[in-house]
């Protein structure tokens, strides 16, 4: 069952922007912790940025001051606005929800949308 659906990938020239969208269920967006996490090919998956359900955000250094990351509460969705794109930008782009209880960490994740940086 898909409950984290994207858009918004594509092939950019550096400096470029792109907006990433994941639109999640509404019972996974009013509790979970919605982030974006990156796998550059032959690397592993990283996290890019995450906001909670009030807004709290956090960002991977190499995110901060091009990317921002936003939620939508009336339409369950999660942005991540992408300026200044890099060449080591580029990376399969997942949405990720995630919570944490007593017993352990629950995740879903989204099935991935290809953002590429070249010239």
């Known amino acids: 069952q898909e409950q984290l659906v994207e858009s918004g990938g594509g092939t950019v020239q550096p400096g470029g922007s792109l907006r990433l969208s994941c639109a999640a269920s509404?019972?996974?967006?009013?509790?979970?912790?919605m982030g974006w996490y990156r796998q550059p090919p032959g690397k592993q998956r990283e996290l890019v940025a995450a906001?909670?359900?009030?807004?709290?955000?956090n960002f991977a250094d190499s995110a901060k001051g091009r990317f921002t990351i936003s939620r939508d509460n009336a339409n369950n969705t999660v942005y991540l606005q992408m300026n200044n794109l890099k060449p080591e930008d580029t990376a399969v782009y997942y949405c990720?929800?995630?919570?944490?209880?007593?017993?352990?960490?629950?995740?879903?994740w989204g099935q991935g949308t290809q953002v590429t940086v070249s010239s």
């Open positions: 906001i909670t359900s009030g807004g709290s955000t």
């Open positions: 990720n929800a995630n919570r944490r209880v007593a017993w352990g960490t629950y995740n879903y």
């Open positions: 509404a019972s996974i967006f009013k509790i979970y912790v």
